[in-house]
């Protein structure tokens, strides 16, 4: 065989030579990431070491990694305890939020009483209020009361129990902020269910989730549109008394709402004579300019 065809058959076979270096050179960096810095003779200090130190590099896949390493090899050792609460945060860092909520759930259950068990129950909250978070969503601006809030509810009651088991906790207060930001994220949430339903005309089933907001979430933002919302439903089902009363409570808790004229009338195209059309609408008969269904959001100053 020439020289030129000996090199013409090796130049042909290049790309599945340096396809099949490249899989072991792969293969061969990862077998030293996870042999080369926890070998078999690894001690408990220098694994503890490691997990430390990819904590503080914020590399939380190598840190659970090396926890997971030092609670499976020392699991009487004297960082095993440890290395299960600090094993929570790194899953909630490397947005692994399920990964965490049971992470902080086993803690809890084999060390109720240990002095740090209140962190557990934060970064369980913390974990299951993100958990319906996607990747993209938690650095893209989002209205997070338009989706499903089941993990925020979820994550309410877990903040709820670390405020009532440890009220001194140094997490307490963080905690009850965010119960605080979670209400008004439900309260919003039943405000764009009841906006859906008047789009649909179930105007009862939009103007039992304005009172359930008035009822249930008292001092949160959305109460003014929750009181709109009563309004307006009750106005088109002509119950003109249960409706005046929603008007007047709103226009003497919130006299700035927009769904209210400047007279603090209750202004809206849906009133107690019937939908008022537009001269458009009427000349139209209907194809033009139609009335739009009542949505309410005092955010955005529209109503």
């Not at 020392?74 to 692994?96: C, D, M, R, V, W």
């Not at 089941?150 to 670390?162: D, W």
């Not at 009841?194 to 649909?200: K, L, P």
Request: proline residues 5%; charged residues 20%; negative net charge.
């Amino acid at each position: 065989m020439s020289l030129f065809s000996t090199l013409h058959m090796s130049v042909k076979h290049w790309p599945l030579v340096i396809s099949l270096f490249s899989v072991l050179l792969v293969s061969g960096c990862a077998n030293n990431d996870e042999e080369g810095d926890f070998s078999a003779d690894s001690g408990e200090q220098q694994i503890y070491d490691e997990a430390q130190r990819y904590l503080n590099a914020r590399n939380f896949d190598l840190s659970i990694r090396a926890l997971q390493a030092l609670e499976s090899r020392y699991p009487f050792g004297k960082y095993a305890e440890q290395a299960q609460l600090e094993l929570i945060y790194a899953h909630y860092g490397a947005y692994s939020p399920e990964a965490a909520v049971e992470a902080a759930d086993r803690f809890i259950r084999l060390h109720p009483q240990h002095p740090n068990v209140d962190y557990a129950y934060y970064m369980k909250g913390l974990a299951t209020a993100t958990a319906s978070q996607d990747f993209l969503s938690r650095f893209t601006p989002t209205d997070k009361t338009l989706r499903d809030t089941s993990f925020a509810k979820e994550a309410f009651a877990e903040f709820s129990q670390l405020v009532t088991r440890f009220p001194d906790s140094p997490y307490a207060a963080d905690a009850k902020s965010r119960m605080v930001y979670l209400r008004n994220l439900l309260a919003r949430n039943e405000i764009h269910v009841a906006n859906y339903y008047f789009r649909r005309g179930a105007y009862l089933a939009a103007a039992n989730r304005g009172r359930y907001v008035v009822e249930n979430f008292q001092r949160t933002p959305a109460v003014g549109d929750g009181l709109a919302v009563m309004a307006q439903g009750y106005l088109i089902l002509g119950m003109d008394d249960l409706a005046q009363d929603a008007i007047d409570t709103l226009a003497l808790n919130y006299p700035e709402h927009p769904a209210l004229n400047k007279e603090g009338e209750f202004d809206t195209v849906y009133t107690q004579d019937g939908v008022q059309r537009s001269i458009i609408n009427k000349l139209s008969f209907g194809l033009f300019d139609p009335p739009k269904p009542p949505q309410f959001d005092s955010r955005k100053g529209i109503s």
